[in-house]
């Protein structure tokens, strides 16, 4: 007989799965990490792209990988910076895929790099012939206890942090220390700012870790054995309980937005007005920490003691604590109904309470909140700052 | 104690919910179809955008349709054709979505239009702050069939169709054959190639049904009560079916993907090429649906009957069914090529077997059966033509 069906209701799961694992040296040829996906043997290839700054030095150690894997391989080094995060680049990635002709299952595409090279990657892994797979490899600290862990993509645009983008999950995420060797000291200080994020809110555990070897693991660049593996197995381990059963964000109260209330919109605007010092994403973060665990005790959430632990801790870890954007309350106000409409029209904003490690949602905060936590953050970071 | 983890396995499901629903007259105040999903009341708000071929005549149902629910609606008709379906036309309807402020998960987007509006906005619903959800209303035939029940979204890029897009689905699919009776005759064809394909390959039923009452319905435009909605009713079936299983498309054999295998880069290769006829979709497909018929008469999987009435029905549906590209096997044997890199490096080539409405995968196709093939196209289609 004919269907004279008029309402269906499709379901559907989307059953996603991927590895995150600590690995030193993943180009040692007897480090079988990189090709643990994909195929392998006769026909096989690769196509790798790399942030140019790490590609420098290590263009041979990445050839003879695939080489004495016997995989036919397209190295591609890309010069990367967050003000390259945009819509030409992500056309330009898109453009050496389809060059390559890159197979949909087969040939995962290994990204080499930092956080923004491994957002804008997955999204063209994302994009192109509606998703090829993509193996991420971090290279630096940011990115290993970061973007490594999620499956947020992203590019810039319309003058906005990360206003494109997708969730896209790797197949797998390769964490490897001796990337850190050549990395800047500045970007060691800019994954501080989401390791002391996490440590405040959710893992006090993680606080006193940092309180007593934060200096030398800053000083080390994070090759410290011990600590410094310790220090990312923990911050690893928070962002996987916290991202795991949320990865599509379904649940917009997340405490891993710690830090990123106030911090987005005064990022992107720091980087263009010379007149302020600019604002790596790591020091936005940490600002934004201080400045919304100066809110929590002015809302009486956190004792004095607590904040106090919180600003020298942030001295310790040399993390910027004061900006001027973080007096202005003008531009705090517009940061915070910006983030607002990100979540859906609530604040949902993430604060520390009772103590450090523990955490609440506030969606009552008021203009006037923001004026009289701008005096409180002036008293506790201003001072230090001169 | 501090971890000492170093590898993690996330695991996560991401649980995928939509409703098709065919209903007519969308666009009467009586008919809560629209406003099923969003918020409704106080300070509700909808982005509308609209084919301007709809809108035009319609703009002032739309309009009264929300006033009437007191919602502030944002109406944008948008010019589209299968040559707009590009970067630029994608950037701009973005751009609409920035400007409104669109919130994140209470104000779907809500697309009225054929297929081509509705993977672009599709894609840019799925971009936008990595996702807002979004509603289809199509409005031709062919998007009723078919881009309404799937979840891919996308634009042509690199001179490919289709080449950039996602996996996104809607929350919502509202059928209104209403919106048929302006439209033009060619559309009505062009839909008639995808439901032409799923008769073929998967329902002898549907066959049979078009047998009788294709000739008819061509006519009245779909508007016919009985016939019309059985026919719709039995693809949109069919294509739930097939598609529900596999939205993601985990697997490759695809039947829906039949009529697709050398139509895709012939039909993108018409539109510039001017010693041709130009393709449409439709056609498209149902060419390459008469063609595979005739490789599957030819390596001996259907008898000469049923490929005859194969043939015969393209007639009464006034589908064409020969075209100069599906005779010059360099072309056809390329557009294979390019299909079996879509397929992963498989040909996965789904064709008729036994009878109408059966079907096996080929994987074995070589150049030889192209030729052979062609002889008996031009022999079962050619003379029809003149």
Known sequence: VISTKKEWNVTANLPVAFKVKMTDNVLE????????????????????????????????AIKSYFDFHNIETKIVPIDMSEDKKNLEHLLYILEIMENF??????????????????????LAANLYRR?????????????????????????????????????YPPVAAYLDRTFLDTLPKEEIVSAMGEIFKMAVIKNAKLFELLETDAAELMQQNFLLDGPAESVISESINDMIVELAPNLWETDLERIVDFGHSFSPMLEMKSLEDSTVPSLSHGEAVSIDVVFSSCLAHHRGLIPKSEL????????????????????????????????????????????????????????DIKLEDVKETIKLYVQMTGKKQK
Request: charged share 20%.
């Open 131 to 167: 998703g090829v797979p993509h193996i991420k490899v971090p290279t630096t600290l940011l990115a290993i206890v970061d973007a490594s862990v999620g499956v947020k993509t992203s590019i810039n645009h319309f003058c906005r942090r990360n206003r494109l983008g997708s969730y």
């Open 29 to 60: 040829p007897t480090n079988y990490s990189l090709i643990e996906y994909g195929q392998t043997g006769r026909g096989a290839r690769r196509l790798v792209i790399v942030d140019s700054a790490v590609f420098f030095g290590r263009e041979k």
């Open 308 to 363: 106090e632990r919180i600003v020298d801790l942030s001295f310790v870890m040399q993390l910027p604590t004061y900006h001027p954007y973080f007096t202005n309350y003008l531009l705090l106000w517009e940061s915070l109904i910006d983030t607002t409409r990100h979540r859906d029209g609530k604040q949902n904003l993430p604060i520390p309470a009772v103590s450090i490690g523990n955490s609440i949602f506030l969606n």
């Open 101 to 122: 002709g890159i197979l949909r299952r087969s040939e995962p595409l290994i990204c080499i790099g930092g956080g923004v090279l491994l957002d804008m990657c997955g």
